[in-house]
Structure formats: C-alpha cells, structure tokens
C-alpha cells in the first residue's frame, strides 16, 4: 500500500498550499485529488455566497485552509461545526458555504 508521500510524488495526491505567515508552522496538510485543483482555481473564484456572508466561498476555502494547516483548534457554537465525523475515519471540514469531505489517516 502506497504512503500519503508517495501518492504525491506520483501525482496521485496534490498537497493544498495553506498560505501560512513566514513565522507559522504547518501542523496538518491537506492533500486533494488532482481533478479538485483547476476547480479551485477556475470555478471556486466565481462562486458568490448562498449564506449572504461578507466573505466569498473562496475567501471562506483560504481562511479554513490556513486555520486548520496552523493547528489551531477548531471551535464552534452550537449552530456552526467546522469539523463534523462522518464516520470510519471520514470527516468533513465546512465553511458557511462549502463542504469538504476527507480522510484522516492514523
């Protein structure tokens, strides 16, 4: 069974840049499957708000990106999870806008 690493270097995997500060370390990485990259960079930037929020789905996608990359804890409040289980190891990290489903090995 092949790594996290190697899927990436096979091109399997493509590891999402957080867009951290200079001084922040990156405590958790988020690998996509290929085919999500050009709708990130294509799609996502024209998409608009269904929650009426002041920022952008893309805008929301960057901000949780780099929280969750900086390992800083997840809160929320009784309306909002950031972080839900789906199960067996599935979870999903959402914004106001946008669902991401995903795996978190052990």
């Known amino acids: 069974m092949s790594t996290i690493l190697e899927l990436a270097e096979l091109g399997a995997l493509v590891k999402l840049d957080p867009a951290l500060e200079p001084n922040e370390l990156e405590w ?3 690998y996509a499957l290929p085919h999500l990259v050009p709708q990130l960079q294509n799609d996502l930037p024209a998409y608009v708000s269904h929650w009426r929020v002041e920022s952008s789905p ?30 067996d190891g599935v979870w999903e990290l959402k914004t106001p806008d ?5 795996w978190f090995p052990i």
């Open 58 to 87: 893309l805008q929301q996608f960057d901000a949780l990106l780099e929280f969750f990359c900086s390992g800083e804890t997840l809160t929320f409040d009784r309306m909002f999870k950031p972080l839900t289980h789906i199960q």
């Open 98 to 102: 946008l669902r991401l489903s995903g």
């Open 28 to 30: 958790r990485i988020v």
